[in-house]
Protein backbone atom coordinates (compact mmCIF):
# COMPACT_ATOMS: atom_id res chain seq x y z
CA UNK A 1 0.00 0.00 0.00
CA UNK A 2 1.82 3.29 -1.02
CA UNK A 3 2.55 5.73 2.07
CA UNK A 4 1.30 8.82 0.38
CA UNK A 5 -2.71 9.93 -0.44
CA UNK A 6 -2.25 12.69 -2.33
CA UNK A 7 1.14 14.13 -4.41
CA UNK A 8 0.55 17.95 -5.09
CA UNK A 9 2.62 20.03 -7.41
CA UNK A 10 3.21 23.65 -7.96
CA UNK A 11 2.69 25.16 -11.09
CA UNK A 12 4.97 27.63 -12.18
CA UNK A 13 8.30 26.93 -12.56
CA UNK A 14 7.58 23.08 -11.44
CA UNK A 15 5.70 22.07 -14.12
CA UNK A 16 6.14 24.93 -16.52
CA UNK A 17 8.38 27.79 -17.83
CA UNK A 18 7.37 31.16 -16.03
CA UNK A 19 10.04 33.05 -14.03
CA UNK A 20 12.19 33.60 -17.68
CA UNK A 21 8.75 35.21 -19.44
CA UNK A 22 8.64 37.85 -16.29
CA UNK A 23 12.42 38.34 -17.09
CA UNK A 24 12.46 38.49 -20.46
CA UNK A 25 9.39 41.49 -19.46
CA UNK A 26 11.81 43.20 -17.15
CA UNK A 27 14.30 43.84 -20.16
CA UNK A 28 11.65 45.16 -22.28
CA UNK A 29 11.00 47.79 -19.08
CA UNK A 30 14.79 48.35 -18.79
CA UNK A 31 14.74 49.34 -22.76
CA UNK A 32 11.65 51.20 -22.65
CA UNK A 33 13.12 53.17 -19.45
CA UNK A 34 16.46 53.40 -20.86
CA UNK A 35 16.19 57.33 -22.56
CA UNK A 36 15.10 58.32 -19.03
CA UNK A 37 17.43 59.72 -16.54
CA UNK A 38 17.71 59.03 -13.36
CA UNK A 39 19.89 57.33 -10.48
CA UNK A 40 17.98 54.09 -9.70
CA UNK A 41 18.17 50.52 -11.38
CA UNK A 42 14.91 49.75 -13.21
CA UNK A 43 15.11 45.97 -11.90
CA UNK A 44 16.29 46.79 -8.17
CA UNK A 45 13.28 49.26 -7.99
CA UNK A 46 10.73 46.85 -9.41
CA UNK A 47 11.62 44.00 -7.29
CA UNK A 48 11.36 46.27 -4.19
CA UNK A 49 7.79 47.37 -5.96
CA UNK A 50 6.83 44.01 -6.41
CA UNK A 51 7.61 42.92 -2.30
CA UNK A 52 5.76 45.92 -1.60
CA UNK A 53 2.58 45.51 -3.70
CA UNK A 54 2.25 41.61 -2.62
CA UNK A 55 -0.26 42.27 0.49
CA UNK A 56 -2.17 44.61 -2.12
CA UNK A 57 -2.39 43.22 -5.39
CA UNK A 58 -1.39 39.66 -4.48
CA UNK A 59 0.41 37.51 -7.53
CA UNK A 60 0.85 37.13 -11.01
CA UNK A 61 1.03 38.99 -14.42
CA UNK A 62 -1.97 41.56 -13.42
CA UNK A 63 -0.03 42.52 -10.21
CA UNK A 64 3.43 42.78 -11.99
CA UNK A 65 2.15 44.88 -14.86
CA UNK A 66 0.97 47.43 -11.98
CA UNK A 67 3.70 46.99 -10.42
CA UNK A 68 5.88 47.80 -13.86
CA UNK A 69 3.48 51.24 -14.53
CA UNK A 70 4.02 52.41 -11.03
CA UNK A 71 8.10 51.83 -10.70
CA UNK A 72 8.15 53.84 -14.69
CA UNK A 73 6.28 56.68 -13.04
CA UNK A 74 8.84 57.05 -9.96
CA UNK A 75 11.51 56.19 -12.26
CA UNK A 76 10.51 58.84 -14.50
CA UNK A 77 9.61 61.65 -11.87
CA UNK A 78 6.42 61.24 -13.59
CA UNK A 79 7.63 62.11 -16.65
CA UNK A 80 6.77 58.59 -18.50
CA UNK A 81 4.35 59.53 -21.33
CA UNK A 82 0.99 57.74 -21.81
CA UNK A 83 1.90 55.94 -24.80
CA UNK A 84 5.06 54.22 -22.80
CA UNK A 85 2.04 53.26 -20.18
CA UNK A 86 0.12 51.53 -23.15
CA UNK A 87 3.34 50.06 -24.33
CA UNK A 88 3.74 48.67 -20.51
CA UNK A 89 -0.14 47.14 -20.46
CA UNK A 90 0.98 45.60 -23.70
CA UNK A 91 4.05 43.83 -22.12
CA UNK A 92 1.63 42.60 -19.50
CA UNK A 93 -1.27 41.40 -21.79
CA UNK A 94 1.37 39.79 -24.19
CA UNK A 95 2.92 37.69 -20.83
CA UNK A 96 -0.77 36.42 -20.48
CA UNK A 97 -0.86 34.57 -24.09
CA UNK A 98 2.32 33.29 -24.05
CA UNK A 99 2.28 30.09 -25.04
CA UNK A 100 3.10 27.52 -21.72
CA UNK A 101 6.28 25.60 -22.33
CA UNK A 102 6.33 22.27 -19.83
CA UNK A 103 9.96 21.29 -18.19
CA UNK A 104 11.40 18.03 -19.86
CA UNK A 105 10.30 15.29 -18.44
CA UNK A 106 6.84 16.58 -17.06
CA UNK A 107 4.44 15.13 -18.90
CA UNK A 108 5.51 11.71 -18.84
CA UNK A 109 6.29 11.69 -15.04
CA UNK A 110 2.33 13.13 -14.20
CA UNK A 111 1.05 10.13 -16.40
CA UNK A 112 3.00 7.53 -15.10
CA UNK A 113 2.26 8.70 -11.23
CA UNK A 114 -1.51 9.59 -11.93
CA UNK A 115 -1.64 5.92 -12.81
CA UNK A 116 -1.09 5.37 -8.60
CA UNK A 117 -1.79 8.50 -6.82
CA UNK A 118 -4.48 11.43 -6.19
CA UNK A 119 -2.12 14.17 -7.75
CA UNK A 120 -3.39 17.91 -6.94
CA UNK A 121 -1.72 21.20 -8.09
CA UNK A 122 -1.39 24.02 -5.10
CA UNK A 123 -0.49 27.43 -7.09
CA UNK A 124 -0.19 31.25 -6.58
CA UNK A 125 -1.30 33.39 -9.06
CA UNK A 126 -4.22 35.47 -10.67
CA UNK A 127 -7.25 32.80 -10.81
CA UNK A 128 -7.96 33.29 -14.00
CA UNK A 129 -4.67 33.17 -15.71
CA UNK A 130 -3.49 30.24 -13.79
CA UNK A 131 -6.63 28.11 -15.15
CA UNK A 132 -5.58 29.25 -18.63
CA UNK A 133 -2.09 28.38 -18.29
CA UNK A 134 -3.15 24.76 -16.40
CA UNK A 135 -6.01 24.00 -19.16
CA UNK A 136 -3.66 25.02 -22.10
CA UNK A 137 -0.28 23.25 -20.62
CA UNK A 138 -2.16 19.88 -21.75
CA UNK A 139 -1.71 17.96 -18.42
CA UNK A 140 -4.69 19.31 -16.57
CA UNK A 141 -6.71 16.04 -17.02
CA UNK A 142 -4.10 14.25 -14.92
CA UNK A 143 -4.78 16.54 -11.36
CA UNK A 144 -8.35 15.30 -9.47
CA UNK A 145 -7.83 19.15 -7.76
CA UNK A 146 -6.68 22.07 -7.94
CA UNK A 147 -6.10 25.16 -5.37
CA UNK A 148 -4.71 28.80 -6.87
CA UNK A 149 -4.52 30.14 -3.54
CA UNK A 150 -3.01 33.96 -2.31
CA UNK A 151 -0.23 32.65 0.05
CA UNK A 152 1.12 29.33 0.33
CA UNK A 153 2.27 29.41 3.84
CA UNK A 154 1.93 26.86 7.01
CA UNK A 155 -2.22 27.84 7.84
CA UNK A 156 -3.00 27.26 3.94
CA UNK A 157 -1.44 24.02 3.82
CA UNK A 158 -3.36 23.22 6.92
CA UNK A 159 -6.84 24.19 5.42
CA UNK A 160 -6.43 22.03 2.26
CA UNK A 161 -4.86 19.13 3.93
CA UNK A 162 -8.11 19.49 6.08
CA UNK A 163 -10.88 20.12 3.29
CA UNK A 164 -9.36 16.93 1.51
CA UNK A 165 -9.22 15.05 4.88
CA UNK A 166 -5.37 14.29 3.95
CA UNK A 167 -3.08 13.64 7.06
CA UNK A 168 0.31 15.68 6.89
CA UNK A 169 2.75 12.90 6.90
CA UNK A 170 0.73 11.23 3.75
CA UNK A 171 0.72 14.36 1.84
CA UNK A 172 3.97 14.92 -0.59
CA UNK A 173 4.52 18.66 -2.25
CA UNK A 174 7.10 19.32 -4.98
CA UNK A 175 8.09 22.40 -6.18
CA UNK A 176 11.40 24.83 -6.64
CA UNK A 177 10.70 27.56 -4.16
CA UNK A 178 12.30 27.16 -0.30
CA UNK A 179 9.67 29.76 0.97
CA UNK A 180 6.49 28.50 -1.00
CA UNK A 181 6.74 24.71 -1.58
CA UNK A 182 9.05 23.68 1.09
CA UNK A 183 9.59 25.12 4.57
CA UNK A 184 5.46 25.02 5.49
CA UNK A 185 4.83 22.05 4.17
CA UNK A 186 7.60 20.42 6.56
CA UNK A 187 6.71 22.58 9.70
CA UNK A 188 3.55 20.98 9.52
CA UNK A 189 4.50 17.43 9.17
CA UNK A 190 4.63 16.82 5.79
CA UNK A 191 7.03 15.42 3.17
CA UNK A 192 8.17 18.04 0.42
CA UNK A 193 10.43 17.62 -2.83
CA UNK A 194 12.45 20.66 -4.08
CA UNK A 195 13.62 20.71 -7.83
CA UNK A 196 15.78 24.11 -8.17
CA UNK A 197 15.31 26.21 -10.61
CA UNK A 198 17.65 27.69 -12.73
CA UNK A 199 15.97 31.39 -12.83
CA UNK A 200 14.19 32.06 -8.95
CA UNK A 201 12.63 34.69 -8.14
CA UNK A 202 14.43 37.28 -5.89
CA UNK A 203 11.24 37.98 -3.64
CA UNK A 204 11.04 33.55 -3.13
CA UNK A 205 14.86 33.74 -1.41
CA UNK A 206 15.54 32.47 2.01
CA UNK A 207 18.22 33.01 4.58
CA UNK A 208 20.48 29.49 5.00
CA UNK A 209 19.54 29.00 8.77
CA UNK A 210 15.68 28.79 7.61
CA UNK A 211 16.71 25.66 5.57
CA UNK A 212 14.82 23.31 6.36
CA UNK A 213 17.05 20.19 8.14
CA UNK A 214 14.72 17.09 7.64
CA UNK A 215 11.27 16.21 5.59
CA UNK A 216 12.63 17.49 2.09
CA UNK A 217 14.45 16.25 -0.52
CA UNK A 218 16.18 17.35 -3.40
CA UNK A 219 15.73 16.19 -7.06
CA UNK A 220 17.68 18.15 -10.12
CA UNK A 221 14.59 17.25 -12.39
CA UNK A 222 10.70 16.16 -12.29
CA UNK A 223 12.15 12.79 -14.11
CA UNK A 224 13.46 11.79 -10.91
CA UNK A 225 10.56 12.30 -9.06
CA UNK A 226 9.03 8.39 -9.46
CA UNK A 227 12.53 7.26 -8.32
CA UNK A 228 12.21 9.10 -5.69
CA UNK A 229 8.66 7.99 -4.06
CA UNK A 230 9.47 4.32 -4.79
CA UNK A 231 12.19 4.36 -2.67
CA UNK A 232 10.15 5.88 0.07
CA UNK A 233 7.50 3.58 -0.35
CA UNK A 234 9.58 0.27 0.19
Avoid at 144 to 156: F, G, N, Q, R
Amino acid sequence: MPLFDVIAFDADDTLWHNESVYSATKKKLIDLLSSYESEHDVEQELDKREGKNLSVYGYGVKSFTLSMIETAIDYTNGKIRVDEIQQIIGFGKEMLFTEVQLFENVKETVSKLAESYTLMIITKGDLLDQEKKLSRSGIDKHFECVEIISEKDEEAYRKILLKYHIQPERFIMVGNSLRSDILPVVKIGGIAVYIPAKINWVLDAVKDEQWPLDGHYEIEHIGQLPALIENLNG
